[in-house]
């Protein structure tokens, strides 16, 4: 009986800690973009999404944290032999969800982003258009300022956008991994793809 009330002692703190993780994955999944019902000019709308990102990233990294402490938790009361191969393979799966709740995060948010963006949903839901952009006629030419696409202030609707989107992509190193001591990321970003890390 002594050790059957240990061995559910443990099973019960390792489902915990894993509970644990999973709610404060929970939070990762509302869109790290928030617009106002009303048309907003393009830099009032980077300085919203500036103030909004900073402690939303800031919350997601001391969750980081937290989660190592829950994974050291259940370290330190069954206290395995960290070198041995189902120790290896816990740490990996408790990794994997984590890549999954960073992964489920990036993709609310684009899909959040998408949506804004996307006409018909706008219309559907009688939103207005999320950007207020000057029209000028210049000899016969049309102007937009700021420019539609890219432009070389970096102030272009493409240009917010993408720096948006990066932002989204960040989510993805803003927590260590789990499984390796050198505090490598979950994720590895190159060229604005991001990569997995084996898991």
Not at 7 to 28: F, G, T, Y
Not at 85 to 109: A, F, H, M, R
């Amino acid at each position: 009986m002594t050790v059957i009330t240990e061995v559910d002692e443990l099973v019960a703190k390792m489902k915990n800690n894993i509970q644990k993780i999973q709610n404060m994955m929970v939070s990762w999944e509302e869109p790290l973009f928030e617009r106002k019902m009303r048309p907003s000019f393009p830099d009032d709308l980077q300085q919203t999404h500036e103030s909004l990102k900073m402690p939303r990233i800031e919350d997601i990294k001391n969750q980081g944290k937290e989660i190592h402490k829950a994974l050291k938790d259940t370290a330190d009361h069954i206290k395995p032999n960290k070198l041995s191969i189902i120790w290896l393979d816990y740490q990996s799966y408790v990794n994997s969800l984590v890549i999954e709740g960073v992964t489920t995060g990036i993709i609310k948010s684009m899909s959040f982003l998408s949506d804004q963006i996307n006409i018909p949903y706008n219309k559907h839901h009688g939103y207005p258009p999320i950007f207020d952009i000057r029209v000028d006629l210049i000899d016969r030419e049309v102007i937009f300022d700021p420019s539609i696409g890219n432009n070389s202030k970096a102030n272009g609707i493409k240009d917010i956008l993408q720096g948006i989107v990066d932002d989204f992509i960040s989510l993805a190193i803003q927590v260590p991994r789990l499984d390796t001591g050198s505090g490598d990321y979950l994720v590895e970003i190159k060229d604005q793809y991001v990569i997995y890390g084996a898991m």
